[in-house]
């Protein structure tokens, strides 16, 4: 691969966690491509932390995850308090995950594993060079870049990618609109070390009280992601939006400036389990959220991907991961698409498969964020009576969990998804043989299954080429689509005949776009 221009076909604007893994997957699946960003140097900052489950099992896909699990802090439980009261301590452990777990690691870390990753496979981040106008036609996108001694040039690509955030120039450009709105809240934020706590390393803590929202996140290493929410001394924020992760720095006087150390110190001694002492700030800041999305993703040769396609609340630690899963999602269509293996079309799935997830992701961090900051007294005593009542429920929980993890997150409902199956009235009428005909107990274990859609979950497989147990999550490693072709837990001759069939056909038709893979419950075949 090169980021030669002359040989570019995807231009990627932004070079934070969602850009670094679009060039990173177009890489891997064949496409050269530049990737600019307009700062010199990369973030220092913690920034966004949680890295959930969906994410890690996209991380191994993509090769980096060893790294990952190497630096980050695993966390396995998350408690809640009202009025300093527990109310909450679920464990991860159960997720239907090989990584049943949130790891906490620096943003910093991860843009430099990603960077590191998409080195090795040709591609070096362009700093200091800024998109500052674009215009398209119906083959090619013209870029004038501006470069840190001044000069500019003008760059034709076949496609460009936004990932510059929620300031996004493109998005800017092309005059998409990004409505929403901004929370009253002012958000105070400190990276410190903690002194003087027993609380765990791999544990979350989120406190509620009438004085307001108190987080602690640990990300390893002694050190600690401190959130409070305030009502404002600050003054009001402008009404830009903000630039990561939902997250806006605001513009304060000098007199204000961003929160002291010992400010911090007061919110933890008033609203924390008492009993500790923060010092060494690598980072204090005052933010203002805002909850804002476009109404397209495309808009012709163009995509915008992460911030520059939604914002919200840091609640939950959603924003870096929706955005990564946004170029995960769309960087295998657009190499189809571009080495001539599927139409244009295809492309639209994109919008259509992410902007639902956007939007349950606003609705779900909207609601975590008002309930935890209402001001109102009798709002906030139905709360404290209530919430214990809530999650005290199995089913709450599990769903709070899946949602979380994103391993919820499902295309059920995309064009390029369907779902064809006999009905079981249908599959037990006359003129059927009983051996071609399936079994009840097995229909009715298929129908509770994965729906088309669905996240493939993992899954202990013996392969007798190798001799050996694999993991499914192994085998669907790389960059083909894999049919499955599964006997199900009865195979019959028939029904092994018409799998052989199927699988022959589609490795003359599809391969090497499509590798398949036969599975049967024994060594029957």
């Known amino acids: 691969m090169t980021n030669s221009p002359k040989e570019c076909q995807v231009l990627i604007v932004g070079a934070g966690p969602v850009g670094l893994t679009m060039a ?34 996209i991380f191994e896909n993509m090769g980096i995850l060893s790294e990952v699990l190497k630096q980050g802090q695993k966390i396995h439980v998350l408690n809640v308090y009202v009025q300093k009261r527990r109310i909450l301590h679920v464990t991860l452990d159960e997720l239907e995950s090989p990584y049943p777990f949130v790891i906490s690691l620096a943003q910093s870390e991860t843009e430099r594993i990603l960077a590191k990753s998409l080195e090795e496979r040709g591609v070096k981040i362009e700093r200091e060079v800024e998109l500052v106008e674009v215009v398209q036609d119906e083959g090619n996108v013209k870029a004038t870049l501006k470069y840190s001694d001044g000069s500019g040039v003008e760059e034709k690509v076949q496609w460009l990618i936004a990932c510059d955030g929620a300031h996004s120039t493109v998005r800017h450009r092309l005059n998409m609109a990004f409505e929403g709105s901004q929370y009253p809240e002012t958000f105070l934020l400190a990276d410190v070390a903690l002194h003087n706590t027993s609380l765990p390393q791999d ?15 640990p990300f390893g290493n002694g050190r600690f992601r401190l959130i409070a929410d305030v009502v404002s001394k600050y003054p009001p924020p402008h009404s830009e939006p903000p630039s990561e992760s939902g997250l806006r720095p605001i513009k304060t006087t000098t007199r204000l400036g961003d929160p002291s150390l010992e400010e911090i110190q007061k919110i933890a001694d008033a609203r924390g389990p008492g009993n500790i002492r923060v010092s060494d700030p690598h980072w204090l800041a005052a933010f203002s959220i805002h909850r804002r999305k476009v109404n397209h993703y495309r808009k012709g040769r163009i995509f915008l991907a992460g911030d520059a396609a939604h914002i919200h609340s840091p609640a939950g630690g959603q924003g870096m991961n929706t955005g990564i899963q946004d170029a995960y999602n769309l960087a295998w269509k657009l190499a189809l698409v571009i080495k001539g293996a599927s139409p244009l079309k295809l492309l639209d799935s994109y919008e259509l498969e992410r902007d639902a997830v956007a939007e349950n992701v606003l609705k779900m961090t909207d609601f975590l964020t008002r309930v935890n900051t209402m001001r109102n007294p009798v709002a906030r005593s139905i709360r404290t009576r209530l919430a214990p009542l809530l999650v005290a429920q199995e089913v709450i929980q599990q769903r709070m969990k899946r949602n979380l993890s994103e391993l919820a997150v499902n295309y059920r409902k995309s064009p390029i998804v369907a779902e064809h199956k006999v009905s079981l009235i249908r599959a037990r009428v006359p003129g059927h043989t009983k051996e071609e005909l399936p079994a009840i107990g097995e229909w009715f274990s298929f129908e509770h299954g994965p729906g088309a859609g669905d996240r493939a979950p993992d899954a202990n497989l013996f392969d007798p080429a190798k001799s050996r147990v694999t993991r499914l999550f192994e085998v669907l490693q790389g960059t083909e689509h894999h049919l499955l072709l599964l006997a199900g837990a009865r195979a019959t001759t028939a029904g092994i005949k018409s799998l052989v069939e199927i699988g022959n056909y589609m490795i003359d038709q599809y391969s090497p776009w499509v590798k398949v893979h036969f599975v049967a419950a024994d060594e029957s075949w």
């Open 24 to 57: 990173h997957e177009l890489v891997r699946h064949g496409i050269s491509c530049r990737i600019v960003e307009k700062n010199a140097t990369a973030t220092d900052q913690s920034r966004a932390l949680g890295i959930h489950a969906r994410t890690l099992e």
């Open 203 to 217: 544990e979350l803590h989120l406190f509620t009280e009438d004085a307001g929202f108190f987080g602690i996140f």
